[in-house]
């Protein structure tokens, strides 16, 4: 009944269903395909596989980004060089994991803190420091008094190890006065690395601390 309605309308038939195009999948349509993808054919009819020439991928995308890191020698060199350094890791993270290890390797003992709650690092990391516990408005307010956190570990280090990376979380929220006596702590405890993650990016970046800090 539909071609009949549309020449009495004056409009031509439209095919029958077996015959109208079938419309382009949003996969395989050739408006939908990356530039850096070329498709010289899609197997219509002709017997063969579909091939796709990709352009600007590496092995890495092939056996896996975070296993295979070609700068993990250039991390460790930096890191002996400037021994304090901002990381900028991906925001789905994980990808810090491959450089921490690396330096465990090494020989490294890790002291994991987070920025928040870490108060003024000159007097949490190497000096006697209070700390007042919570006393829910019931108990006398205390004060406890804790030994310099880095003195404590570096005193705590076996023989054999080559030192104690500093690993600071959520950097971000560090003032620049704060930052600049992270990159100048290496120099006052020489076995002493500091790693502070002030950021994030697309992929696993460093730069020096003191650069960061404008030190």
């Known amino acids: 009944m539909a ?21 382009h999948h949003p996969l395989t ?11 010289s054919s899609f197997g219509a009819g002709n017997g063969r596989a579909a091939t796709v020439r990709c352009e600007g991928i590496g092995i890495g995308d092939f056996i896996g980004g ?35 290890n ?6 490294y003992h890790f002291l994991d803190l987070s920025a928040r709650g870490l108060g003024d690092p000159e007097t949490t990391l190497t000096k006697i420091h209070p700390v007042c516990p919570a006393h829910l408005g019931k108990q006398p307010i205390a004060r ?22 500093v690993w600071i979380i959520e ?12 990159a100048l702590l290496p120099t006052l405890r020489p076995k002493v690395r500091v790693i502070a993650e002030c950021g994030n990016w697309r992929k696993f970046v460093w730069k020096p601390l003191k650069e960061i800090a404008g030190a």
């Open 3 to 23: 071609p009949v309605a549309s020449m009495l309308n004056g409009a031509a038939p439209a095919p029958p269903l077996h015959l109208q195009p079938r419309p």
């Open 29 to 39: 349509s050739p408006s939908m395909v990356p530039m850096n993808m070329r498709r």
């Open 66 to 100: 975070d296993l295979l890191k070609f700068d993990l020698g250039q991390w460790l060199s930096d890191v002996e060089e400037h021994k304090a350094l901002a990381i900028y890791s991906p925001h789905e993270g994980g990808y810090e994991g491959r450089y921490l």
């Open 102 to 107: 690396r330096l465990r390797y090494q020989g």
């Open 144 to 165: 406890w008094y804790f030994p310099p956190e880095v003195d404590y570990r570096l005193a705590a280090l076996p023989p054999n190890s080559k030192g104690l990376v």
């Open 171 to 182: 950097a971000k929220v560090l003032s620049k006065a704060e930052l600049q006596f992270l």
